[in-house]
């Protein structure tokens, strides 16, 4: 069974920084790209940033130069390293698994997601 | 950047018929798919490609996609399909939702 379980959520201060990290199990983590995709209170879904097998990565325009996605398959988990964060960040952020090894499809798993609180 | 409609709500009577639309500039060129999203819980895949139902979703769920509209609908409708639906779509590398649906049973 396939699981995804995100971590690392929590309030932090404008202009502070998370990591968020997502453990998952019960595939080939290597063989999948994967994505980040955030609900922001009252708010719909919003893709955040995408990451292919290999580490090649995509960002939507409004976290581009702040978050930043990263992967350790030997440790079969993807990461979002949030810096430079804002009150608009503020959102559950979810994890979620692409059924290829490309960005350019759609999300068969997702976890329960974590929350980021910005706000001092 | 593509952007995606949908209407805010949707009301359906329990056993009767609910479509959802998805509106896009020439979306029928796209690949759509289509996700179903309960409070507090993981948003769950219920079309993809289209009109493609992944393994253990109902078959009271199907899609279409032609023109500028795209469209969900759910057959039958029951008290647990109460939640949120969003269409999606890729464009140039970028993830794109739709503005979200909620449909309710009465």
């Known amino acids: 069974e396939v699981q995804l379980l995100e971590s690392g959520g929590g309030l932090v201060q404008p202009g502070g920084s998370l990591r968020l990290s997502c453990a998952t199990s019960g595939l080939t983590f290597s063989n999948f790209a994967m994505a980040w995709v955030r609900q922001a209170p009252g708010k719909g879904l919003e893709w955040v940033s995408s990451i292919s097998p290999n580490g090649d990565t995509y960002y939507a325009d409004s976290v581009r130069g702040r978050l930043t996605v990263s992967r350790d398959n030997s440790k079969h988990t993807l990461y979002l390293q949030m810096n430079s964060l804002r009150a608009d960040d503020t959102a559950i952020y979810y994890c979620?698994?692409?059924?290829?090894?490309?960005?350019?499809?759609?999300?068969?798993?997702w976890g329960q997601g974590t929350l980021v609180t910005v706000s001092s | 950047s593509y952007e995606l409609t949908q209407p805010l709500s949707v009301s359906v009577a329990l056993g009767q018929t609910a479509k959802i639309t998805c509106g896009g500039d020439n979306i029928g060129s796209r690949n759509v798919h289509w996700y179903q999203h309960r409070p507090g819980q993981a948003p769950v895949l219920v079309i993809y490609r289209d009109r493609n139902r992944p393994s253990g979703i109902p078959e009271r769920f199907s899609g279409s996609n032609s023109g500028n509209t795209a469209a969900l609908t759910i057959s039958r409708a029951q008290a647990g399909d109460e939640a949120d639906y969003y269409c999606q779509v890729w464009d140039y590398n970028s993830g794109v939702f739709g503005t979200g649906t909620k449909v309710t049973v009465l």
């Open positions: 979620a698994k692409d059924p290829y090894d490309y960005v350019d499809s759609y999300f068969d798993y």
